[in-house]
C-alpha cells in the first residue's frame, strides 16, 4: 500500500490541476473561437452595409446633377428679368444651387469615406508627392494671404505607396490648415526620415483645436464647421493606416496644429 502512496498522489495532483487546466483551455479556446466568428461576420456585415450605402450615394448624385443643369437653364432664363418676382425666382434659384453643391460635396465625401480601396504600390518619393498637391492648392492659398514654407529632407529613399491615395490624405489635411487660418498665416511643410519611417509634419498657424474636443477630432461627422461634413480626418487616418503609417496631432488654440504623418519605409502588406 505505501509503494501505492506516490502514484495515487500523482493520479490527485493530475486530476484536481491538470484536468481543471485542460477544461479552461477548451473554453478559452471555444470562447476565442465565437469571438473571431463574431468579428468576421460583424467585418461582413459592415462591409456589406458600407457597400449598400455608397451604391446609394452614388444613385443620389446622378438625379442631382440633372436638378442642377436644369436650374442653370432657368436661372439663364431668368438673367434679365426686370421685374421683382423675376429677381426673386432668380435668386431662389441660385439658393437651390448652392444647396445642391453642397449635397454633392457631402456626397463626395461619403464616397471617398465609404469606398473600399485597393492600393495601387508604387516606390514614390514623397517629396515630390508633397509637390503636386502644394502645387495644386497655391493659388488658393495666395488668395487667402497663406505662406506656404517648405523644408524637405532631401534624402529620402522611395516609399512604397499609392500615391493618389496619399496626395487625397494630405490634401484633407492641408485644406483644414487653410480653413483654420481664416485671415492668413504659415503653412509649414517638413519631411524627415528615421531608420523605418518617413515623416511628413504639416503645421499651421491656425485658429488651433481646444483640448475638450481633440479626442473627437477623428471621429466620422465630428465637425466645428458650418459646412463641415467631419469625414476628413477619418478618410485620412483610415489612408494612412492602409499604408501601415500612423497620424497624430498636436495642437494650441489661439496659435496653431501640427499634424504629423509616419508611413513606413518598407512596407510590406499582409
Ligand atoms: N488644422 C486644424 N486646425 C484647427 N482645427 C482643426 C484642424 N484640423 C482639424 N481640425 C478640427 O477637426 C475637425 C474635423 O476635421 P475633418 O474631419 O477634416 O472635418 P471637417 O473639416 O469637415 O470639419 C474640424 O471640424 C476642426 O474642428
Ligand atoms: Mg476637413
Given at each position: 500500500?505505501k ?14 490541476i491538470?484536468i481543471p ?7 478559452r ?24 450605402a455608397?451604391g446609394l450615394a ?17 436661372k ?8 421683382e ?8 434659384i441660385h ?26 504600390l ?7 508627392v ?17 505662406l ?6 532631401t534624402?529620402l ?26 485671415h ?12 523605418k519611417?518617413?515623416?511628413i509634419?504639416?503645421?499651421?498657424t491656425g485658429?488651433?483645436i ?26 485620412t ?11 497624430s496631432?498636436?495642437?494650441?488654440k489661439?496659435?496653431?496644429?501640427n499634424?504629423c504623418?509616419?508611413?513606413p ?6
Amino acid at each position: 500500500m505505501k509503494d501505492l502512496i506516490p502514484y495515487l498522489t500523482g493520479a490527485i495532483a493530475f486530476i484536481v490541476i491538470f484536468i481543471p487546466v485542460f477544461f479552461f483551455s477548451i473554453r478559452r479556446a471555444s470562447y476565442k473561437a465565437r469571438e473571431l466568428e463574431k468579428r468576421a461576420m460583424n467585418a461582413e456585415r459592415l462591409a456589406f452595409v458600407g457597400t449598400l450605402a455608397g451604391g446609394l450615394a452614388h444613385e443620389i448624385k446622378n438625379p442631382l446633377s440633372t436638378i442642377n443643369i436644369n436650374l442653370q437653364l432657368l436661372k439663364e432664363d431668368m438673367q434679365n428679368a426686370a421685374d421683382e418676382t423675376g429677381k426673386r425666382i432668380y435668386s431662389k434659384i441660385h439658393l437651390l444651387q448652392k444647396e445642391i453643391q453642397r449635397l454633392d460635396e457631402i456626397l463626395n465625401d461619403f464616397l471617398r469615406f465609404a469606398r473600399e480601396q485597393k492600393l495601387e504600390l508604387k516606390g514614390c518619393d514623397i517629396n515630390e508627392v508633397l509637390d503636386d498637391v502644394v502645387d495644386f492648392i497655391t493659388p488658393e492659398m495666395r488668395q487667402k494671404k497663406i505662406l506656404i514654407l517648405k523644408s524637405y529632407d532631401t534624402s529620402l529613399p522611395t516609399c512604397e505607396i499609392d500615391a493618389n491615395l496619399i496626395k487625397q490624405a494630405l490634401l484633407n489635411v492641408i485644406i483644414n490648415a487653410e480653413q483654420a487660418m481664416e485671415h492668413g498665416g504659415e503653412l509649414m511643410i517638413h519631411t524627415s526620415r528615421n531608420k523605418k519611417h518617413i515623416q511628413i509634419d504639416i503645421t499651421d498657424t491656425g485658429c488651433g483645436i481646444p483640448k475638450n474636443i481633440t479626442h473627437k477630432i477623428f471621429q466620422v461627422y465630428f465637425s466645428t464647421k458650418k459646412t463641415g461634413t467631419g469625414l476628413g480626418l477619418p478618410t485620412t487616418k483610415r489612408l494612412i493606416e492602409e499604408h501601415k503609417g500612423t497620424i497624430s496631432v498636436q495642437s494650441e488654440k489661439g496659435k496653431g496644429t501640427n499634424v504629423c504623418i509616419k508611413l513606413p519605409i518598407n512596407l510590406t502588406l499582409n
